[in-house]
């Protein structure tokens, strides 16, 4: 079932839901003319250099999509890094979802060939 909640600081303008989603609230916004109203509507999400999903809260706010929705239903640390779990940056469902150290975020890239620097003895992040 899809759940559609608020997103943080957009309240009343934007919601995204557990499915990775985000649509855009009807509302009345100010024009030349007067005031109109502008429909609900799904955001079209785009895709990064990187493959992460991102979106556009108005004019030059993109946001990455799966931290949204982390963000949106499973609030912690913002020390934290998001991770996919299935390893696909473009499924940003909530239960494909995760918050991991960030540690766990440079190894699981290594793993995955999307780090180029291995780990060795002398390194940080052992």
Known sequence: MEIWKDI???EG???ISNYGRVKSLERK?????GYRTVKERILTICK???GYGVVNLGINNTKNVHKL???????IDES?????????RTNNRLDNLKWGTR??????MSAEGRWKNQFSEGSYYK
């Not at 916004?29 to 003319?33: D, F």
């Not at 934290?80 to 696909?88: G, L, P, S, V, Y």
């Open 29 to 33: 916004v100010l024009s030349h003319s």
């Open 8 to 10: 943080k600081g957009y």
């Open 103 to 108: 540690k766990e975020n440079l190894q699981q």
């Open 80 to 88: 934290m890094d998001t991770m996919h779990i299935d390893n696909n």
């Open 13 to 15: 303008f934007y919601q």
């Open 69 to 75: 929705v982390l963000e949106t239903f499973c609030p």
């Open 48 to 50: 990064t250099k990187n």
